[in-house]
């Protein structure tokens, strides 16, 4: 058999091919640096994602706060950390709710009815609150305010008449509440009973009656006043 005889010139033609070949090689970094670039812009798609989910969870969603003060003990103890449901429409009596009122009528109603020393944590705007008002999530010119956690008693359209001697009253019947263990005392000189709630306005205690603020110090909660309803709660005890 006869062997094919390669022309010279088309081993030349072939050369400089594999030459071009070789140099093209060194591009093989660029190639690796899309590869990272795009990589980093996934990772950083997702996070602004998960900020955004977090975002919408935190301030629209659920809230957490922790108890400022005793007064829903032993339900809640100073300090256990409180998530609550900020889309609820409608409450209930018995349920548990998350509230603010402005901070300086608490403060001239604190010295004469004699709670400053007890309430004093619960008036001094946290540390977290000022952060978020410092990013901007509340506007700053609006007035300072304190966070309660209370139990509704009742709600719009109901009576209600607490006295010394009968405790408390709702439409003319004498409430029995189950897991409260304080007699209901009347603060005299703040809330003038019988009290008819109007729309929109919600009656609530503290679990702990003797002393715990309550609407029977600042009178009825009003609904845009709400932050939401309590879901659970972790004891600090437990964490």
Not at 78 to 90: A, F, I, K, T
Not at 144 to 171: H, Y
């Amino acid at each position: 058999m006869k062997k094919e005889m390669i022309p010279s010139s088309a081993t030349e033609e072939t050369r400089p091919a594999e030459q071009e070949n070789r140099e093209e090689k060194p591009e093989q970094p660029k190639t690796d640096n899309r590869r990272y670039l795009r990589a980093l812009r996934d990772l950083i798609i997702r996070i602004a994602l998960l900020a955004l989910v977090i975002y919408v969870l935190v301030f629209h969603l659920v809230g957490i706060t922790v108890m400022p003060s005793g007064d829903m003990y032993p339900r809640i103890d100073l300090g256990d950390l409180v998530l609550y449901y900020r889309l609820e429409q409608s409450i209930h009596a018995q349920d548990v709710i998350v509230f603010e009122k402005p901070t300086d009528y608490l403060e001239e109603s604190y010295d004469e009815f004699g709670l400053v020393e007890e309430e004093a944590a619960s008036v001094d705007k946290p540390w977290w609150r000022k952060a978020l008002n410092w990013i901007g999530f509340k506007d700053p010119s609006e007035p300072e305010k304190t966070m309660f956690i209370c139990r509704v008693v009742a709600g719009p359209g109901d009576t209600v008449q607490i006295s010394d001697g009968e405790g408390l009253v709702i439409n003319g019947n004498h409430m029995i509440e189950s897991g409260i263990f304080y007699q209901t005392y009347e603060y005299s000189g703040f809330v003038e009973y019988p009290l008819e709630l109007g729309r929109g306005e919600y009656f609530v205690l503290a679990d702990y009656r003797n002393g715990g603020a309550d609407s029977r110090f600042f009178g009825a909660v009003k609904e845009q006043e709400i932050l939401g309803t309590v879901i659970t709660i972790m004891r600090r005890n437990n964490m």
